[in-house]
């Protein structure tokens, strides 16, 4: 999902209608203020076997019979990873809106007068102005990449999936907390922050090497 906020922000920097431009961004926006339980029952309404996307499907001859998305288990990475990019994406793309204002006008100008295209501004202004964010970013998100989200996955899992849908933090959760394995559950959680730990400082190091922008 990381390179969605990115098309989102380049996107809505080319809309040139004021009213249209504020209206896909609150609409954007919205999801991330919602919170994950109340998502989560959006999402398994909308999957569920009398759902919307089951009655799209039939309507358009596509299956006969009802799909049990949220019981298989090879549906399930496609769904969270879905659900966090509709959840997230608005609100991420705020970070790079705010980058891409910080660009020089008249750099833009100066291509009109070369007369350049839209698409070659974006790629020859807009993208190489935003590949610093874009790249402290990414590390940040290279390190938290174990986090893949403790609420929604423990919200949407169900024990038919639990092969497919267990991670870190639910794994922790459930010796930890459930099971009474105190030190157990906490030696997962510090095994995590390692790993993530690791995994900024080679990001950073790979990121120096390719370019000048390091988050450290």
Do not use: C
């Not at 996955?153 to 639910?170: A, E, G, H, K, R």
């Not at 959680?189 to 950073?204: E, P, Q």
């Amino acid at each position: 999902s990381f390179p969605i906020p990115i098309a989102i922000a380049i996107s809505l920097n080319e809309v040139r209608i004021k009213w249209l431009k504020k209206s896909i961004q609150t609409v954007s926006y919205l999801p991330y203020f919602i919170s994950w339980v109340i998502a989560a029952n959006i999402v398994i309404t909308f999957l569920s076997a009398d759902g919307v996307l089951n009655t799209f499907l039939q309507v358009l001859h596509l299956t006969d019979e009802d799909v049990l998305f949220l019981q298989k288990g090879e549906y399930f990475w496609w769904i969270i990873a879905l659900a966090n990019t509709w959840k997230g994406m608005g609100y991420n793309s705020i970070i790079y809106l705010a980058a891409i204002s910080g660009i020089n006008p008249e750099q833009y100008e100066a291509a009109d007068v070369d007369g350049a295209t839209r698409w070659q501004k974006i790629v020859h202004i807009t993208l190489p102005a935003l590949k610093p964010t874009i790249l402290i970013l990414l590390i940040l998100a290279i390190g938290g990449i174990l986090n893949t989200g403790f609420e929604q996955i423990l919200l949407l899992q169900n024990n038919s999936i639990l092969n497919f849908s267990d991670v870190l933090d639910t794994y922790a959760y459930r010796y930890g907390l459930q099971n009474g394995m105190y030190s157990y559950g906490t030696a997962v959680g510090l095994f995590k922050s390692v790993v993530s730990f690791i995994l900024v400082i080679t990001a950073n190091k790979i990121t120096r090497k390719v370019s000048d922008s390091s988050l450290f």
